[in-house]
């Protein structure tokens, strides 16, 4: 096995660089929390319910595919704002690919019981609105292969120099060099899987498993990273020797 040459150990820096190394490390790890939060805002209310489930994950790649957002409204939340009767139609309209040929019989229905909220004042979709209604009554297909093609390549670029720089510090870290070489090769490999597994849900629901491993397996590898490199560069037991 061999060693980090002694003059490279975490604990051994001078000053500058464990305050260099701190510093970005500390900045990293905040915005590795907001980048959490961000998932838990967005993704996570994908299916309307707070915190990040399986379900969240399918519908923001793999889509709603059981209907489409105007009709999961007028059969859940927005049920009782129109006669039973009235929903009825819509949601005929709506199954019937919403002809626009129907727009004079549906369109007073919609300006009727929904426009009061769903006004240009209210930031709710402007459902009384031929564009508008049509588009939320397409059945949803997740992210588009454009949308997912721009995230992935920002996250594959942005990531793996963050992790190229969090390995180099921790490379400098007294560890058992065979675990050494796992924690640092672990997130690139689920930086890989995270990202391959949002193209195999839009395609396939059930690979949804893959990006919760994936975000939790660089999570894990992170956070010892971290915790190790802290420890070593302030702890008396390292820096002492
Ligand atoms: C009393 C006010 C009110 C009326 C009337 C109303 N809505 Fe809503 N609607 C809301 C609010 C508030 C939300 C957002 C609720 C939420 O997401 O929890 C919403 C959400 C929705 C959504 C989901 C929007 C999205 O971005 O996913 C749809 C679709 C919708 N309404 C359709 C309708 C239709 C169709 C009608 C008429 C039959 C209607 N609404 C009548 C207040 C109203």
Same mark, same amino acid.
């Given at each position: ?99 626009? *040929?129907?727009?004079?019989?549906? $369109?007073? %229905?919609?300006?009727?019981?929904? !426009? ?5 004042? #209210? ?84 690979? *949804?498993?893959?990006?919760?491993? $994936?975000? %939790?397996?660089?999570?894990?590898? !992170? ?5 190790? #490199? ?12």
């Amino acid at each position: 096995m061999i060693e980090p040459r002694d003059d490279l150990t975490l604990g051994k820096l001078s000053l500058t660089y464990r305050v260099l190394f701190t510093g970005f490390l500390l900045v990293i790890g905040l915005g590795l929390c907001m980048a959490g939060a961000q998932i838990m805002l967005t993704h996570g209310k994908a299916d309307g319910k707070a915190g990040l489930s399986m379900d969240d994950i399918v519908y923001s790649y793999y889509g709603n595919r059981s209907g489409s957002k105007l009709e999961s409204a007028l059969t859940g939340k927005m049920k009782d704002k129109a006669p039973a009767d009235v929903n009825f139609m819509l949601i005929k309209w709506v199954r019937e690919d919403a002809p626009a *040929a129907e727009w004079s019989k549906v $369109g007073p %229905l919609l300006e009727k019981h929904c !426009a009061n909220c769903h006004d240009s004042e #209210s930031g709710l979709p402007e459902v009384a609105k031929l564009e508008v209604a049509k588009g939320m009554a397409e059945i949803d297909h997740g992210a588009s292969i454009a949308s997912l093609t721009r995230v992935s390549h920002i996250h594959l670029f942005g990531i793996s120099f963050i992790f190229l720089f969090v390995g180099w510090i921790f490379g400098m870290a007294e560890f058992d060099q065979r675990w050494k070489v796992i924690l640092i090769s672990t997130p690139f490999a689920f930086l890989v899987l995270d990202v391959a597994s949002w193209w195999l849900t839009k395609f396939w629901p059930e690979c *949804a498993w893959f990006t919760m491993i $994936g975000g %939790l397996g660089y999570s894990l590898a !992170a956070m010892v990273m971290f915790a190790t #490199s802290f420890a070593q560069m302030w702890l008396p037991r390292w820096t002492k020797k």
